[in-house]
C-alpha cells in the first residue's frame, strides 16, 4: 500500500493531530483538575438536595390540601361538623396537659 500524499500533505495532517492532541489533553486536564472535580460533586449535591427538597414539598402540599379538604368546604367556608369535634379534643388534651403540669408542680 503506498501512500500517495506529499510530504507537504503529510506535515500539515502531523500539524492538525497535534493540535487536536492537545486540545484533548487540556480538556483532560481541565476534567481532572481539583477544582473541577469539587465542582462537580457541588453541583450534584446540589441537585440532589434540589430534587429532594421538591419532593417534600410536594408532599407536604399533598397532604396539607387532604387536611383542608377535610375542614373546609367545597364553597371556601368552614366545615363546623368536623372542626368542633377536632376543637373539642383539642380543648380536653390542652385541659389535661394544664392539669399534669400542676400535679407535677405540687
Known amino acids: 500500500m503506498s501512500d500517495s500524499?506529499?510530504?507537504?500533505?503529510?506535515?500539515?495532517?502531523?500539524?492538525?493531530r497535534r493540535g487536536q492532541l492537545?486540545?484533548?489533553l487540556d480538556e483532560i486536564g481541565v476534567r481532572v483538575h481539583p477544582k473541577t472535580i469539587v465542582g462537580d460533586a457541588?453541583?450534584?449535591?446540589?441537585?440532589?438536595?434540589?430534587?429532594t427538597a421538591g419532593r417534600a414539598f410536594v408532599a407536604v402540599n399533598k397532604v396539607v390540601s387532604g387536611?383542608?379538604?377535610q375542614f373546609v368546604g367545597?364553597?371556601?367556608?368552614p366545615r363546623l361538623d368536623r372542626l368542633v369535634p377536632?376543637?373539642?379534643v383539642a380543648v380536653g388534651v390542652v385541659?389535661?396537659?394544664?392539669?399534669?403540669v400542676r400535679r407535677r408542680r405540687r
Open 5 to 16: 500524499r506529499t510530504p507537504a500533505q503529510i506535515e500539515a495532517d502531523i500539524v492538525r
Open 22 to 24: 492537545a486540545e484533548t
Open 42 to 51: 457541588k453541583a450534584r449535591v446540589v441537585s440532589s438536595v434540589d430534587h
Open 67 to 69: 387536611v383542608r379538604a
Open 74 to 77: 367545597l364553597d371556601g367556608g
Open 86 to 88: 377536632v376543637a373539642l
Open 95 to 100: 385541659g389535661l396537659l394544664a392539669v399534669s
